[in-house]
């Protein structure tokens, strides 16, 4: 595996962190993009573990370090917070697709990286083959729960019933909307994991990798 970092150019006028693991063995044809959350970085073991079965199952995998918990980011407007997170989305994409041909596309998105994913989905037509899974996507949001149900796309849904953006109803549509599936884990906040309870903490985590892996090879096969 060869490590690297690309240029990827910010809307701060600052590259954005990133972390490219490239397989060694020519030929690889399947790229996975990861968007972490706010806080939840991919160095956290969601984003971490779902990174490293992508790795595993041959993809070359951009990690992308966003710094939008920064306070400057964070004064902006909310507009213009969008603006720049969708136009680093969308240079984060054309960065790593541009390393080889690639047939097969998967985009990983947690928490606020769900955004990302949104606005890739609904602008980028030439994603909507690819694979998304979607890690506590905010589907209370409005703009973000009409791009994922109403574009036709490939789709995995994580979350806890105790994440305050759970929304049963929703998730439910999106599922039938989508033809996706979904994985509800229960007791589990927005950090996916169970507060106090580390084993169990622990055993969501196999669980998530579990559906995450299965899931890569029934949409491979499809």
Known sequence: MKIQSLPIPGTDGALIPNT???QERPG???LALLFPGLHYTNAHPALYYTGLALRAAGADVCAVDTRYADPAFQALPDAEQMRRMAQDAEAAWRAAAAQRDYARITLVGKSLGTLALGHLLASQPALREADFIWLTPLLRIDALFAQITTVPHRALFVIGDADPHY???RLAEAVR???GRSLVLPGAHHALEIEGDAPA????????VEAVEEWLGQVKQA
């Open 167 to 169: 929304d049963p109803a």
């Open 201 to 208: 903490s622990v055993r969501l985590m196999e669980q998530i």
């Open 28 to 30: 690889c044809a399947h």
């Open 20 to 22: 490219f693991y490239a």
């Open 177 to 179: 909307l989508t033809g």
